[in-house]
């Protein structure tokens, strides 16, 4: 179903009042022409308040939009540490995947959002190996993708604390430690030795 122009404004506004009084779980999946339910739009917006409203009304944090983004993906990946906890508390599911064929935890690692990392790494049954349509774990996109910074190295610790494999090799064969040695991480190499 269509989503009212009306109650797609109050989303953009953060109008909760209005929502409060026109917001039911029929209504609140539906999608834009973009197929963004309310509840993806208040994420792209970082509005915790109104996305916490959102989801006791019954919005989805698994439904995707045209990009393949979820409510629950693309705040993993931007590291929307209040918005994670949240869609983790009301049913974040882990075998959706965004365009990449990715979990929230493979581009927050490459990003180096440290704490998504940390919260998604130790959080029960989440796929922390999971390979991507391009061959790599998030271990792999903190690799290749960060700068070996503090906060790369720190990924790269916690996500071998919580059981991550660091012997899956990219699609072409090479492992985390020869990339991390490749472009001189040596924190990292320490860690992956």
Known sequence: ?????????AVKRGDTGFLEKYLNSENVNEVNEQAQNPLMIAT????????????????????????LNSPFLYAGASGYLDLVKLYLAYGARFDVYNRYHGTALIPAAEKGHVEVVRLLAHTKN???????????????????????SKDYVEIVNILLKAGADKNIPDKD?????????????NDIVELLH
């Open 173 to 185: 064969g090479i492992y985390a430690i020869e990339h991390a040695k490749q472009k001189g991480f």
């Open 44 to 67: 792209y917006q970082n509005d915790y308040s109104l996305a916490a409203l959102l989801v006791k009304r019954g919005a989805d944090p698994n439904q995707q939009d045209e990009l």
């Open 1 to 9: 179903m269509k989503l009212d122009s009306e109650i797609e404004s």
């Open 126 to 148: 989440f796929p922390i190996n999971h390979v991507n349509k391009l061959g790599w774990t998030a271990m792999m996109e903190a690799v290749v993708l960060g700068d070996g």
